[in-house]
C-alpha cells in the first residue's frame, strides 16, 4: 500500500494500549476497508521522523489521537502531535482525540503525569519546541473528542466500535457529481421569481437521482417561502392503511413546524389545509409517486395556493404527470460518461483517480450498469478496497445482467454481503426504513454497538444511509430486499418476514396456524384480535402493531421464545399485558408508548431487555420492583405517566444510557442514581414536583452529555457539574428556585437558564463550544418588575467575545450590557430583552434575525445598515423615533414593530423582499412609507396608529393577500409588557427549520 492510501493516521503510546484499545480499533478499521497507518514505536530506527511518516500524516484525512497517561512522555508523540496540529491549521484535517483513562484537564493544563511529563522535556528541549507541544496539547483539548475509562476488555471493544462508527460517517460523506446541470434546468422550469403558482414533475426510471435533485432543489429555495414540506416515499406510504390521512397530517405538521391533531378523515385533512394554509407561499414536494395515486386526495385542486407557490412532483412513471395535467416535465437519464466515470472514482477509489491496472475495468463496469446513479454507488462502494480479482468477478455477473435491469445489477452486490449483513439489509427493506438506527440495533445484536457495526458495513456499501439518526434506503433497494422475500416461498405463511398487513392477518386468522418460518410481524389495520395461536408462531422474532385498536395479547404470546421486540405505539384500547410477555427471555425491546395499560408484567427473567418505553402510559403509578435486575437495560423511557418515585435499585442498571422521566410527578431523584457511570442523558424536564439541590454526587456521570431540568422546583446546583467531561446539553428553563448557576464545563454546545430569583448572570466566558444560549431572570414574564424594582438592579456586563461558534443568542435579562457581540460572526438569530440596556453594541453582519425589546435609549438606534442577510426584525416597546440604515435591509421578508415611538418609515419601500409588515400600537407614527413597489408583499397590519388614517398605494399589489387595520384604543397594558413571545417564535421557527434542514444533511 502506498503512504498516499491512508485515511485515518493512529497516533498512540505503546505500552499504555497497543494490546487492548488501540488494537481493536485498529482491527474494526482495517476490516471494515479503511486504509490506516498504525505507527508502531518497535519498527522505529532513528529518533528522527522519516519522510514517509510525516507523508502519511499528511495525506491522511483524520487522525486519531489516544492520549494515554504516558503519551506526553514521548517526544516521537508530541512531535507526531504537532505536526496532525499544523495539518489541521493549514488543511483542515479533522483530528479526533480520544482521552483514555485521563481528563482532558489534566491534558489542557498539563497537570498531574502529564505536567511531570512536560517538567522533564523543559530540561531537555529548547523553550520553543516545548511551547509548541505544550500548544499543541491545549489546542487538541477545545476539539471534539472522547472521554474512554476502560475497566475492561469488553469495554475497550465496544467504545473501539463506536469510535469507528464516527470515523466511517465522515468517510462516508455524499460527493455529488453530474447532478448540477440537473438542478439547474428544473430550476429554470420553477422559476421562483415568478409569482405564478408551478408545478414541476420530475420523471425517470428508478436509480437515476430524482429525488437527490429534489432534495438539493429543496434546500436550496425552500427558505424563500412562507411553510414547506417534503413527503417522501409517497407511493409506498400509500399503501398502508388511513394512509391518505396520515399523509395528510404530515403535510400540515411539516407547514406549521409543529405537530397537529389527528385528522378524522380525507375530506377533513382538504379542509384543514385549505383553512390554515389559504393563500400562503408553499413549497410542497411529493416524492415518488404513481399513477393510481390522485393528487386531489392529498391537497384538492391548487386554487387554494397562494400566488409564488411551487409544487415538485417525482415519479418512475411520467403518466402520473400526465393524469394530474403537469405540463413542466424534466426526463431524467442516465449519467455522461465522463461523469458516470467520475462518480464510480469517488466511491471505489474514495475520491481518486483509477489506478493504471484498474482503470480499464472501471470504465467497462461503468458502462455495463447503465451509467445509473444509484447503482454506480452501491457497485463503486461495494469494489473499493478489493482485489482485482474481487473486480474481475464482479464484472463478468454483471455483463450477464440484461440491460436497464437496476435490481438485477444490484442483486450481483446483495448476493456478495455476508450473511449477518444480508438479514440486516432485509430487515430493514421490510420493516426499518424511517426507524431510528439505535432502536433497529437492539434487535440485531446481544450488544447496541456490534449491531451498529454490522449495520456500517451496509452504509459503507452506500446500501443504507442514515439520515438523522434514523435508516434510510433507496426505494429500488427496498423493493429487491422484498421481492427476495417473495421468491422464498409462494406460501406466505412460509416466508420469514410479513410486511403487508393484509398477508400477517391473513396469517394470524389461519386456525391452529403452525409455522416454522414466520420470523417478523408488521400490522398496520386498525381493528383486529390476535387469535390464541399467536404462540404456534414460534419462529417470530418482531411483532409490530403500532397505532391499532387491539384489546387484548393472548398468554400464548410466552411461548415466543424468539421475540426480540414487541412494539404497541398508540394501541389506544390496549389496557393489559399478559404476565406471560414478562417470560419471554429473548425479548429487548418493549415499547409501549400510549396505551392504558396500568401494570408492567416485568420478571427478573428479561436479563437481554436493553430498550423500554412506556411514555404517555397515565395509567402506570408504579414501578415494579423486578426493573432492577434488568441488567442488560440501556434505554429507559418513564416520561408522561404518574409514577412519583423511581426504585433505589436503579442503580443496578449499569448500562444505561439514557433515562427519561420528563413530565411525571418524581418529587426527588435517588441517591443510587449518580452510580450509572454510562448514563449519557438524563431528561427531567417538567417534573413540578422535583425539588431542592442537585448533589455534588453528579460529577459522577462522567458519560453525561444531555441533563434536562427545565421548569422543576430545583434550587441548587454543585460546584462539580464543571467537572463533567461531555456534558454538551444543559436545560434550566423556568428553574425559578434556582438564585445562582455555578462554573460549567467548556463541553457546553447549548445552555438554556432562566429563573426569577437569580440574582447573578453565570460565568460563560469559558463556554468556546457554545452554539445556542438562553439567558432570562424574569425579564420575559407577561407582568415586569415595577421601575422602582428595576433601579435597585445593577447593570452587569456580559462578556461574549470567546462564544466563536454561538449561532442562536437570546437574553432576556433586566440590566445587562453584552461585550463583545461584534466577535460573533455565526452568529444568526438574536433576541434582546434587556431593560435600560446602556447602549446598543455593534452587532455581527451576519443576522438573519433580530428582536430588540424594551429599549429606552431616546438616542435611537445606532446605524444597523450593515446587517444585509437580516430577513427577519422586530421591535417591540422600544423609545426610538427611526431606525437608521432601514432601507439597506435587501434580504428583509418580516417587519414587526409594536408599541414604539417611531415617527417615520419612509426607508422601509427600498425593502423590495418584504412579504409582511405588522405596525401596532405606534402612536407616534405619522404615515406608512409607499408600498407600491413591494411587489412580494402579501400581509399588512395597523392596528392602533391613530395617526395613519387608512393604508395607501397597496391597490396594484397582486402579492397581497391579507390586509388589517384599526384604529381602536390600545387593549390592556399587560399587552404592552409581555416580551416572551418573540423568543419563544424564535425558537420555534428555529425547531421548524431544523427538521427541515436535517432531513438533508446526508446531502
Keep these: 500500500m502506498q503512504v498516499g492510501d491512508y485515511e485515518v493516521f493512529l497516533s498512540y503510546r505503546g505500552p499504555d494500549t497497543r494490546a487492548g484499545f488501540t488494537d481493536f480499533l485498529y482491527t474494526y478499521l482495517v476490516d471494515l476497508g479503511v486504509r490506516t497507518f498504525k505507527d508502531d514505536e518497535d519498527l522505529r530506527i532513528s529518533k528522527e521522523f522519516s519522510p514517509e511518516l510525516i507523508q502519511a500524516i499528511e495525506q491522511s484525512k483524520i487522525s486519531i489521537l489516544i492520549l494515554s497517561k504516558d503519551y506526553a512522555s514521548s517526544v516521537w508523540c508530541l512531535k507526531e502531535l504537532t505536526q496532525m496540529v499544523e495539518c489541521r491549521k493549514r488543511k483542515g484535517q479533522i483530528i479526533l482525540p480520544i482521552f483514555y483513562n485521563v481528563k482532558p484537564s489534566m491534558v489542557r493544563d498539563q497537570t498531574g503525569c502529564y505536567g511531570k511529563a512536560i517538567s522533564l522535556h523543559r530540561q531537555r528541549y529548547d ?38 462508527e464516527y470515523v466511517l460517517s465522515i468517510l462516508k460523506r455524499r460527493n455529488f457529481v453530474g447532478i448540477e446541470h440537473h438542478v439547474e434546468r428544473v430550476m429554470e422550469l420553477l ?9 414541476v414533475g420530475i420523471h425517470g426510471i428508478g436509480g437515476t437521482g430524482k429525488t437527490t435533485i429534489a432534495k438539493l432543489i429543496y434546500k436550496k429555495i425552500f427558505h424563500l417561502f412562507d411553510s414547506f414540506s417534503f413527503l417522501e416515499s409517497v407511493r409506498e406510504n400509500a399503501k398502508k392503511p388511513g394512509s391518505l390521512v396520515n399523509l395528510q397530517g404530515q403535510l400540515i405538521s411539516d407547514l406549521l413546524g ?72 424534466y426526463k431524467v437519464g442516465g449519467m455522461q460518461p465522463q461523469e458516470a466515470l467520475k462518480l464510480f472514482h469517488v466511491h471505489a477509489f474514495r475520491e481518486k483517480s483509477a489506478p493504471d491496472d484498474f482503470a480499464t475495468l472501471s470504465e467497462r463496469i461503468v458502462s455495463t450498469i447503465d451509467r445509473l446513479p444509484l447503482t454506480i454507488e452501491v457497485v463503486g462502494s461495494y469494489l473499493f478496497s478489493k482485489s482485482k480479482e474481487v473486480w474481475t468477478q464482479t464484472l463478468d455477473e454483471l455483463e450477464n445482467v440484461p440491460e436497464l435491469q437496476v435490481q438485477q445489477n444490484l442483486m450481483v452486490i446483495i448476493k456478495a454481503l455476508p450473511e449477518k449483513q444480508r438479514q440486516i439489509f432485509l430487515d430493514i427493506a421490510c420493516f426499518f426504513i424511517g426507524e ?36 434510510w434506503m433507496h426505494d429500488q433497494l ?33 386456525e391452529k396456524v403452525r409455522s416454522k418460518f414466520i420470523m417478523y410481524l408488521f400490522i398496520t389495520a386498525f381493528t383486529f384480535d ?115 418515585e423511581l426504585p433505589d435499585d436503579v442503580s443496578k442498571l449499569n448500562l444505561l444510557t439514557v433515562l427519561k422521566i420528563d413530565f411525571t410527578f418524581v418529587r426527588k431523584l435517588p441517591s443510587t442514581i449518580w452510580t450509572l457511570k454510562r448514563l449519557e442523558e438524563l431528561h427531567a424536564s417538567r417534573c413540578r414536583s422535583l425539588d431542592g439541590e442537585i448533589p455534588r454526587d453528579i460529577e459522577m456521570l462522567s458519560a453525561l452529555k444531555v441533563l434536562r431540568l427545565g421548569y422543576s422546583q430545583i434550587c441548587g446546583l454543585p460546584d462539580s457539574i464543571s467537572r463533567l467531561p461531555n456534558l454538551q446539553t444543559l436545560d434550566l428553563l423556568h428553574c425559578d428556585q434556582l438564585r445562582e448557576v455555578p462554573k460549567l464545563p467548556p463541553s457546553l454546545i447549548s445552555l438554556f437558564v432562566s429563573s426569577k430569583l437569580m440574582h447573578k448572570i453565570p460565568d460563560i466566558g469559558n463556554l468556546v463550544k457554545l ?77 438573519s434575525t433580530l428582536s430588540l425589546h424594551h429599549y429606552k435609549l431616546w438616542t435611537g438606534l445606532p446605524n444597523l445598515s450593515h446587517l444585509e442577510f437580516l430577513s427577519e426584525f422586530e421591535l417591540f416597546n422600544c423609545a426610538v423615533k427611526e431606525v437608521a440604515g432601514l432601507g439597506e435591509f435587501k434580504s428583509l421578508r418580516v417587519f414587526r414593530i409594536s408599541h414604539c415611538n417611531l415617527q417615520r418609515l419612509d426607508e422601509l419601500e427600498n425593502s423590495i423582499f418584504l412579504a409582511s409588515l405588522n405596525v401596532s400600537y405606534c402612536r407616534s407614527l405619522e404615515k406608512l412609507p409607499n408600498l407600491s413597489n413591494l411587489k412580494m408583499l402579501k400581509d399588512i397590519k395597523i392596528k392602533d396608529c391613530p395617526k395613519i388614517p387608512d393604508i395607501r398605494s397597496v391597490e396594484h399589489l397582486k402579492s397581497l393577500e391579507k390586509l388589517s387595520s384599526s384604529t381602536t384604543e390600545a387593549e390592556s397594558s399587560s399587552e404592552v409588557t409581555n416580551s416572551a413571545d418573540f423568543p419563544t417564535r424564535l425558537h420555534r421557527w428555529s425547531m421548524a427549520l431544523d427538521k427541515h434542514v436535517s432531513c438533508l444533511e446526508f446531502l
Design 436 to 471: 431510528y438506527k439505535s432502536v433497529a440495533c437492539h434487535l440485531w445484536s446481544d450488544h447496541d454497538s456490534a449491531g451498529e457495526l454490522e449495520l456500517e458495513v451496509l452504509v459503507l456499501w452506500s446500501i443504507v444511509k442514515i439520515e438523522n439518526d434514523k435508516l
Design 771 to 847: 452554539g445556542e444560549l438562553f439567558l432570562a431572570d424574569g425579564s420575559q414574564e407577561p407582568v415586569l418588575p415595577i421601575e422602582s424594582q428595576i433601579e435597585l438592579k445593577r447593570c452587569t456586563d456580559l462578556q461574549l467575545w470567546s462564544l466563536l461558534e454561538l449561532k442562536i443568542l437570546q437574553l432576556s435579562v433586566l440590566k445587562i450590557q453584552p461585550v463583545g457581540l461584534h466577535y460573533l460572526i455565526k452568529l444568526r438569530k438574536l433576541s434582546l430583552c434587556c431593560i435600560h440596556l446602556e447602549e446598543l453594541p455593534q452587532l455581527p453582519p451576519g443576522l
Design 258 to 329: 409543529a405537530m397537529h391533531r389527528q385528522i378524522p378523515s380525507v375530506n377533513d385533512g382538504i379542509k384543514s389545509i385549505r383553512s390554515i394554509f389559504f393563500h400562503k407561499k408553499l413549497l410542497i414536494v411529493l416524492d415518488d409517486i404513481e399513477p393510481s395515486l390522485e393528487l386531489a386526495e392529498i391537497i384538492e385542486s391548487l386554487d387554494w395556493l397562494g400566488s409564488g407557490s411551487r409544487i415538485i412532483i417525482t415519479t418512475r412513471d411520467e403518466q402520473a404527470l400526465n393524469e394530474l395535467g403537469v405540463s413542466l416535465k
Design 127 to 164: 523553550d520553543e519546541t516545548v511551547r509548541l507541544w505544550t500548544a499543541a496539547l491545549r489546542k487538541v483539548t477545545e476539539l471534539r473528542g472522547f472521554d474512554l475509562t476502560a475497566n475492561s476488555v469488553p469495554r475497550e471493544a465496544s467504545f473501539a466500535k463506536k469510535i469507528v
Design 478 to 510: 427496498r423493493d429487491l430486499g422484498r421481492n427476495i422475500l417473495q421468491r422464498e416461498y409462494s406460501e406466505t405463511g412460509k416466508r420469514s418476514r410479513l410486511w403487508i398487513h393484509e398477508e400477517a392477518l391473513d396469517v394470524l386468522m389461519k
Design 191 to 199: 422559476n421562483v421569481e415568478s409569482s405564478d403558482v408551478h408545478v
Design 530 to 644: 390476535f387469535a390464541e395461536e399467536l404462540g404456534s408462531l414460534i419462529s417470530l422474532e418482531e411483532i409490530l402493531i403500532d397505532g391499532t385498536a387491539v384489546q387484548e395479547i393472548p398468554a400464548s404470546i410466552g411461548h415466543l421464545q424468539n421475540l426480540g421486540r414487541f412494539s404497541a405505539y398508540n394501541c389506544l384500547s390496549l389496557i393489559q399485558l399478559p404476565e406471560s410477555i414478562g417470560h419471554v427471555e429473548s425479548l429487548r425491546v418493549l415499547a409501549l408508548n400510549g396505551t392504558k395499560i396500568a401494570k408492567l408484567p416485568l420478571s427478573r427473567e428479561l436479563q437481554v431487555l436493553q430498550h423500554l418505553s412506556i411514555n404517555h402510559c397515565w395509567s402506570i403509578l408504579k414501578l415494579p420492583t423486578s426493573l432492577g435486575t434488568l441488567a442488560s437495560m440501556t434505554k429507559l423511557d418513564l416520561s408522561s405517566t404518574a409514577i412519583v
